[in-house]
């Protein structure tokens, strides 16, 4: 059985995998998902000095800690941009990773280089949808009653993570096992964006009939990928 890292995108926390890791769960594998520096319940830490880069220090550093080796790591979203700095930071404790509609930053690259967000809020320390864009657009793919769910949960992001250029020095030219899972459905990431990933990790390609939240779409299928490779 695997050891899995669920790394969660912007707004979000640990509990966007909730179903997700309970299908991984009662499979065997052992699952993580922790929330964020400053994100979901750890929001009362948000502070300045929070960046791509600090919260793949904390993934590297439970890693080390906990001990634990050929890890799948999964990243959403912008989750992904943390997953490639946690993996280039741990190298030797990553067995694959998992893009599941997920950034794939080229060194000095930044959020704002491929995504174009629109109708947020931004403060010194955070960024994020306003309540109506949660409900009428980036949510709006949901039922009801788990959009309602998701909404309640998010929170601002910290917002260097959202501006900032990554610092990827050896990533892109390291060897990884890896697939890419692209959701149809999903506007952004670009199609593109994560066909540049798929080619350039030589990465197993997936693809899901769903939107940019197949945690909460699809859990029993995006699971079967996370352990499918």
């Not at 640990?14 to 594998?29: F, K, N, S, Y």
């Not at 490639?84 to 080229?106: K, Q, S, Y």
């Not at 809020?121 to 959009?147: H, K, N, V, W």
Request: proline share 6%; charged share 20%.
């Amino acid at each position: 059985m695997a050891t899995i890292l669920l790394i969660h995108g912007a707004y979000q926390g640990g509990w966007i995998w909730t179903r997700v890791a309970a299908r991984l769960r009662a499979a065997g594998h052992h699952v993580l998902a922790p929330s964020l520096d400053g994100c979901a319940e750890r929001a009362h830490a948000l502070r300045p000095g929070i960046t791509t880069e600090s919260h793949a220090a904390e993934m590297a550093g439970l890693l080390f800690h906990e001990d634990l080796r050929e890890v799948v790591l999964v990243g959403t979203s912008t989750g992904g941009m943390v997953m490639a700095r946690t993996a280039e930071l741990a190298p030797d404790r990553v067995g694959r990773l998992v893009f599941a509609d997920a950034l794939a930053l080229l060194d000095g690259e930044a959020l704002p280089d491929i995504v174009q967000r629109r109708n947020f809020i931004r403060t010194d320390l955070s960024t994020g949808p306003t309540p109506e864009d949660m409900q009428g657009r980036l949510f709006a793919g949901l039922d009801a009653e788990t959009r309602a769910w998701t909404i309640a949960r998010c929170t601002l992001h910290p917002v260097a993570c959202m501006e900032a250029k990554v610092a990827l020095p050896r990533f892109w030219s390291m060897p990884w096992r890896a697939s890419v899972i692209w959701c149809r459905r999903s506007a952004n990431p670009p199609v593109a964006h994560q066909r540049r990933a798929a080619e350039t990790l030589k990465a197993a390609w997936h693809e899901l009939d769903t939107g940019h939240y197949p945690m909460l779409t699809e859990p029993e299928r995006l699971a079967a990928l996370i352990e499918q490779g």
